[in-house]
């Protein structure tokens, strides 16, 4: 049967802010305080989106959290009104209200780890939500990842979904970002490469930037989802790179079926890691590992273009496009190895560009907005189909983006407490949009 790889995107919440919360995210730190526009970085997420179907492919589509999370707020000792816990939090830890107002959940590749059933042992799809133990503003996200695809995925026999692992600092798991799959193809078995930060029991370990993702999480995570051990490869990112602010794999390494586009300096002890993948692979299609050298593209231009953050996909006539930021355009070196990437002897033929400013200068590109998700016609045809984009449903959320969204958010515009009204009337409109019924706190009381 074949397996369409559905990229889940997360759209972007009525928040979105730079609040300069993620240490280690060169662009989160550059941008902090500066104005962001929420309308127009929902606009460039549903503009990908909308475009991705009309290349053929399937797109769904992840609803936001609610922000501010005034139940962390109030876990935090801010009680009272919405109203009061908001003005309390704003005056006496500023630091806590921004952790608590993030749109991040937009970068669904940091949602969960996702399983093709055709790897697991009970032939189901696999989710974990990642724990995002690292950052405050992330680590509260876990709990409502789980309701929301436990909404969307809501049929046993088809998904089975973990729960997020214990928040501890050995355990910290950050979802896709660090997993990706090598295969002959979506309808075929594959190999899971997941890909750590640090193995609490080694001494190579970034020294500037946390590693956010580490080995025994990595495990668990294949463990629980039933994959066997001839089909994982547990691959060490290279310290290096995490302390030149490569915070996840995917901001330097990228696969789709038989090809894998990484930078050279990507792994620890690249060669090795290169060798043990060549090794694992079991496709009988020549498997492409297309090696990135820093004399054409060196790890800052790799930063700050995110040109392994693109997405590779699988167009319906079998060859590959990469989905690229519009700064890899701008980028001279970037741009010209894109375009000579396309000529060379390999399945990528085209490359796309889209800006996704808003969204880039909080260190999220292409590939960090999307969550692939393996679903073969049945899978597929078990989600709810709400949360599939189509034209007309562009178009619905487009004008539901224009009622709900600010065009300016500053720092201070986070005391105000009318955003957090504006924000959950906006939310709860759209899970009746998306037909998922009553999946936030504040429509459960
Ligand atoms: N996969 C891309 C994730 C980007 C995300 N940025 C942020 O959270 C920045 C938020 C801010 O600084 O306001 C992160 O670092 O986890």
């Given at each position: ?271 090795r890691a290169v060798e043990a993948i060549n090794t694992k692979y079991q496709g009988d299609k020549p498997l492409h590992l297309i090696e990135v050298s820093s004399d054409y593209v060196s790890v800052e231009d790799a930063v700050s273009s995110y040109i392994f953050n693109s997405q590779l996909i699988t167009l319906p006539n079998g060859t590959m496009a990469i989905v690229a ?121």
């Open positions: 049967m074949t397996v369409y790889e559905v990229n889940f995107d997360g759209l972007v919440g009525p928040t979105h802010n730079y609040s300069g919360l993620s240490f280690g995210n060169v662009a989160s730190k550059n941008n902090a305080k500066q104005i962001a526009n929420p309308k127009k970085a929902a606009l460039q997420g549903l503009e990908k989106m909308l475009a991705m179907t009309k290349l053929g492919l399937k797109q769904g589509i992840l609803p936001p959290q609610v922000r501010p999370d005034t139940f962390t707020l109030r876990k935090l000792g801010f009680s009272g009104s919405d109203k009061d816990v908001i003005t309390k939090a704003a005056k006496n830890a500023p630091q806590f209200l921004k952790a608590c107002y993030s749109a991040s959940s937009m970068w669904s590749a940091n949602a969960a780890t996702v399983s093709n059933s055709l790897d697991c042992d009970d032939g189901k799809v696999h989710f974990t939500p990642a724990n995002l133990s690292n950052k405050l503003h992330r680590a509260i996200e876990a709990e409502q990842t789980s309701r929301t695809f436990k909404a969307i995925f809501n049929n046993t026999q088809y998904f089975t979904h973990h729960e997020p692992l214990p928040h501890h600092p050995l355990l910290g798991d950050e979802g896709a970002a660090n997993h990706t799959r090598l295969s002959n193809s979506h309808s075929e078995k594959g190999l899971s490469l997941f890909v750590y930060g640090e193995d609490a029991l080694s001494a190579i370990k970034p020294k500037i930037y946390p590693a956010r993702q580490t080995l025994a999480a990595s495990e668990a995570v294949a463990r629980a989802h039933g994959l066997s051990e001839s089909n994982c490869l547990f691959l060490q990112q290279n310290p290096n790179v995490i302390d030149q602010g490569v915070f996840h794999n995917d901001v330097i390494a990228i696969g789709n079926e038989n090809v894998l586009l990484y930078h050279e300096m990507a792994f620890y002890q690249c060669a930021p519009t700064e890899c355009q701008n980028n001279d070196k970037v741009a010209t190895y894109l375009a000579t990437l396309c000529e060379a002897n390999n399945p990528i033929s085209k490359v796309i560009y889209f800006d996704l400013q808003q969204s880039m200068k909080n260190g999220g590109g292409p590939a960090c907005l999307r969550l692939r998700v393996p679903l073969n016609e049945l899978e597929l045809s078990a989600v709810v189909p709400e949360c599939l984009m189509d034209e007309a449903k562009y178009h619905t959320l487009t004008a539901w983006v224009e009622k709900h969204y600010r065009d300016a958010i500053a720092e201070d515009d986070l005391a105000d407490p009318s955003l957090l009204v504006e924000s959950q009337t906006a939310l709860d409109e759209l899970s009746q949009i998306l037909k998922l019924g009553s999946i936030y706190p504040f429509q459960m009381d």
